[in-house]
T-cell receptor, first 109, second 112 residues
Framework: GNSVTQMEGPVTLSEEAFLTINCTYT??????LFWYVQYPGEGLQLLLK?????DKGSNKGFEATYRKETTSFHLEKGSVQVSDSAVYFC????????FGAGTRLTVKP | DAGVTQSPTHLIKTRGQQVTLRCSPK?????VSWYQQALGQGPQFIFQ???????QRGNFPDRFSGHQFPNYSSELNVNALLLGDSALYLC???????????FGSGTRLTVV
């Protein structure tokens, strides 16, 4: 079945460090891929998306590229800020979106 | 423009009871999906409704059922509640599927 596996957390970084959160997927067909973010005390928000192979989604300095050959959609940011502290969820969509378990990121000043 | 609205925000029920949760999708959205999120876990897909039909279902028992109305709003019903049904129930709406969801704030269900 369709599923998403993302790196386990928690991840703790210093401000301005480089961030990578790994995500791989298993799916039949050609799903759309997403990253959602959940800030403390808030609901889930769509961060970025990619709908076909080699597409790059980007938003708020975050990027992720849809890699069909490696079935991956890793999230990256060049310089994290304290305000990026949140839980990040990778997800894929094929008639109902499936989510990964989430990766908690803490950024320290 | 109102986003996704869920009611109630919190609910306490006794084991064996039945519960109905409600969701109004974002204006312009026609697809409603329901999720169960346990503490510290990712959302687990329950089912998706489109054009008043259940289009896809996750690995949840038949105790979980739903409905979508002509105005695209939706209900999630859970019968014979178990302690393990205690969780945050999230409703998400979208325009068809594959374009990304808008989530509601959820209903926190506690079964005692």
């Amino acid at each position: 079945g369709n599923s998403v596996t993302q790196m386990e957390g928690p991840v703790t970084l210093s401000e301005e460090a480089f961030l990578t959160i790994n995500c791989t997927y298993t799916a039949t067909g050609y799903p759309s891929l997403f990253w959602y973010v959940q800030y403390p005390g808030e609901g889930l928000q769509l961060l970025l998306k990619a709908t076909k192979a080699d597409d790059k989604g980007s938003n708020k300095g975050f990027e992720a590229t849809y890699r069909k050959e490696t079935t991956s959609f890793h999230l990256e940011k060049g310089s994290v800020q304290v305000s990026d502290s949140a839980v990040y969820f990778c997800a894929l969509s094929t008639l109902g979106t499936r989510f990964g378990a989430g990766t908690r990121l803490t950024v320290k000043p | 423009d109102a986003g996704v609205t869920q009611s109630p925000t919190h609910l306490i029920k006794t084991r064996g009871q039945q519960v109905t949760l409600r969701c109004s999708p974002k204006s312009g959205h026609d697809t409603v999906s329901w999720y169960q999120q346990a503490l510290g876990q990712g959302p687990q897909f329950i089912f998706q409704y489109y054009e008043e039909e259940e289009r896809q279902r996750g690995n949840f028992p038949d105790r979980f059922s739903g409905h979508q109305f002509p105005n695209y709003s939706s209900e999630l019903n859970v019968n014979a509640l178990l302690l393990g049904d205690s969780a945050l129930y999230l409703c998400a709406s979208s325009f068809t599927d594959g374009y990304g969801y808008t989530f509601g704030s959820g209903t926190r269900l506690t079964v005692v």
